[in-house]
């Protein structure tokens, strides 16, 4: 086994680059880790956890660029080396090559170059976001703050600052986003219409706008908010705004809310902003057991959210013809399967299918996991970028004798993996259990949503049509192998 540590003194680059140069690092044959981060504490922590932060690393300052990696021998490492530099310098060269002016490295440098900009992405490391937004913010301009690890307090004070000047903050930890058109960080390629979004779920508003589009209808806006916008500290503060600028928009009849679960005193006042809005109104909290104001309609899946959005009713699960097919997938199941594992990379996708298997008296027998969460996220880039994790969590719970199903998503996008199917597809050829997969996306994404599905069902995998769909038909895989016992 080989390791090396490069340290380039004073070379910043975004998490989103250093993300992308990671994950194309680590997929290279022989490279067993690839860790290219910014020298703060908390990336040092995360070298420190995967075993790959030498004193030279301990040293490093926060804008210092910081390359770990550990590969197989020593023709692996020298390639992987030498595609770190080549990438890099690409990332140098694209950045040049958009103008004549050499890249801003201050929000204040980038508004001499744009001056007429009104939207600051933020994607710095926590510890140093606030500073960031609070310049953007008093800068007037609104913040999409892409920036995880957060603290609370910093988050109320920034949302309270964009409040009283009329600005959005998106965020923290906001992805997903889609203002007069442009989809920003995550999002997908989805048809323009009169339903605007505003959204505490990143892969909610991804899930939802792509059913949108299939259903046949567009979308105006997405504003995100970040997951904690509904808790009772932060008061719904840029829900609520998104409310105020939707009722605003010419291009948007339909308001629809999406959020997991929130305090009940926040969505009441939130759900009141909305139907106070003047445009029609339409909410889904996931797991929300609350009523909605007159005039408010209610989706308790992000499936009908979509299709009420669109006009359509709201659509009751087929369950005679999934149980056709989830019958006959059940006699794949081997002898000891007994349990259904999930493999997510979208929290909200996994947080609905929890649901959906605990309405089916399933909650004992699966084990659904988000791979996108923080926790899984250390030292690693998002689920959504990178397979690796999850491959090799996915060989392992089909190893795993207990397992009777598997079930994913797969997250399309820009910002996405360009080609998930094709990562999946050796994996999912070896695996003898059945196999259920969503592929959230539309034609109209890089990746083209028909071209990926060919390919999981190419590999074995079935295919459902929403996230609900899909955690439905495992967990009728699960009780029909249970009626057979």
């Not at 001056?115 to 994607?123: E, T, V």
Request: aromatic share 2%.
């Amino acid at each position: 086994m080989e390791q090396h540590l490069l340290i380039k003194p004073h070379s910043y680059y975004d998490s989103v680059t250093l993300m992308r140069i990671s994950q194309q690092i680590s997929a290279l044959r022989g490279v067993e880790q690839a860790v290219v981060v910014m020298g703060t504490d908390h990336n040092k922590a995360l070298l420190a956890g995967v075993g790959l932060l030498a004193d030279e690393a301990s040293a490093a300052q926060p804008d210092d660029l910081i390359v770990a990696i550990q590969a197989q021998d020593a023709a692996a490492l020298q390639a992987a080396l030498a595609a770190v530099e080549t990438t890099l310098s690409r990332s140098n060269a694209t950045s040049n090559e958009s103008g004549a002016q050499p890249a801003p490295r201050t929000i204040t440098a980038a508004l001499r170059q744009l001056p007429d900009a009104d939207l600051a992405i933020i994607s710095v490391p926590g510890p140093f976001a606030k500073r960031e937004a609070l310049q953007a913010l008093r800068s007037g301009l609104h913040v999409m703050l892409f920036s995880d690890n957060v603290a609370l307090e910093d988050e109320i004070e920034l949302k309270q600052l964009a409040r009283a000047s009329g600005l959005l903050c998106m965020g923290p930890d906001c992805g997903t986003a889609m203002l007069g058109g442009a989809g920003l960080c995550f999002a997908n390629v989805v048809r323009r219409g009169s339903i605007g979004i505003v959204s505490a779920s990143g892969t909610g508003a991804q899930e939802v706008s792509t059913l949108i589009d299939r259903y046949g209808g567009g979308v105006s806006q997405i504003i995100g908010t970040g997951g904690r916008d509904l808790w009772p500290e932060v008061g719904g503060l840029m829900m609520r705004a998104g409310i105020e600028l939707l009722a605003r928009d010419d291009e948007t009849e339909t308001i629809l809310l999406i959020s997991k679960p929130p305090h009940p005193d926040v969505a009441a006042a939130v759900l009141d902003e909305l139907r106070g809005s003047g445009k029609r109104g339409l909410a889904c909290f996931l797991g929300y057991r609350g009523d909605a104001p007159a005039g408010v309609e209610l989706a308790t899946n992000l499936r009908d959210a979509a299709a009420l959005a669109v006009g359509q009713a709201a659509m009751p699960q087929d369950d005679t013809a999934l149980g056709e097919v989830a019958v006959a997938l059940a006699a794949q199941i081997p002898a000891t399967g007994t349990r259904l594992r999930g493999l997510f990379s979208g929290g909200t996708l996994c947080d609905e299918a929890r649901l959906e298997l605990a309405q089916m008296g399933l909650t004992e027998q699966a084990e659904l996991i988000d791979y996108g969460d923080d926790q899984y996220t250390v030292g690693r880039p998002h689920p959504m970028i990178d397979f690796t994790l999850r491959l090799h969590k996915l060989r392992e719970a089909a190893a795993d004798p207990s397992t009777a199903a598997l079930l994913l998503d797969v997250v399309l996008g820009h910002g996405a993996h360009p080609d998930p199917a094709a990562a999946l597809a050796p994996a999912l050829s070896e695996i003898a259990q059945p196999v259920v997969v969503y592929v959230c996306g539309t034609d109209a994404d890089p990746q083209h949503r028909s071209r990926q599905v060919a390919q999981l069902q190419a590999a074995g995998a079935v295919v459902a049509e929403s996230n609900l769909e899909a955690a439905g038909l495992a967990g009728l895989i699960l009780k029909a192998r249970e009626a057979t016992r």
